[in-house]
Every structure is written in structure tokens, then in C-alpha cells.
């Protein structure tokens, strides 16, 4: 779906500008599919282990070839938690 959203935007007149690229985020990607589009790490707690676990994810993303990668800072779910933000920002 990525690749497709892509070619149309690149492909049709009305939306080409050449000094730029569309930005897609997909929360569903495969390995190398970062030339296509972003990945949107969602849905997690607000807690320190989350925390960590996105750091991992985010990494891990990056490994499969998908360099623009990203969490809901300060996670989603959960009560909020000052200190836990500003360490995650």
C-alpha cells in the first residue's frame, strides 16, 4: 500500500514538486519499505518500560532499513507522569 500511495503522489501532475517527497506514515512496513514511507511505533503505555521498549523498536526499525521511525512520546495509554515525559522527549 505504501509503495502504491507513493507512486500516485509521485506520478500524478497535481501533486509533484520535485524538490520534495510525500510522507507517508504506516504503522504496518516491511524491511526497506523506509524508501517508501515512515513506521509510527503507536499504542504504547506511559511507563519506564515502554519507554525502553521504544528505544528499541525505534532502533530496530532502523536496522530493517527504515530510517524515519518514531513513538507516541510520552506513550498513550496511562496516566501521565511529568518526569517520564520529559526523559522520553
Not at 520535485?18 to 510522507?23: L, Q, T, V
Not at 506511559?46 to 521504544?54: A, M, P
Not at 527504515?66 to 522520553?88: K, M, Q
Amino acid at each position: 500500500m505504501t509503495i502504491v500511495t507513493n507512486e500516485f503522489l509521485t506520478d500524478k501532475l497535481e501533486f509533484y514538486n520535485p524538490d520534495n517527497r510525500p510522507f507517508i506514515v504506516s504503522r504496518s512496513t516491511f524491511a526497506g519499505s523506509g524508501a517508501y514511507s515512515s513506521h509510527s511505533i503507536t499504542n504504547n503505555y506511559r511507563s519506564w518500560n515502554d519507554l525502553k521498549y521504544s528505544i528499541s523498536g525505534i532502533m530496530n526499525m532502523n536496522m530493517f532499513g527504515i530510517p524515519h521511525s518514531g513513538a507516541d512520546v510520552c506513550g498513550f495509554y496511562g496516566t501521565r507522569d511529568d518526569e517520564l515525559c520529559n526523559r522520553w522527549i
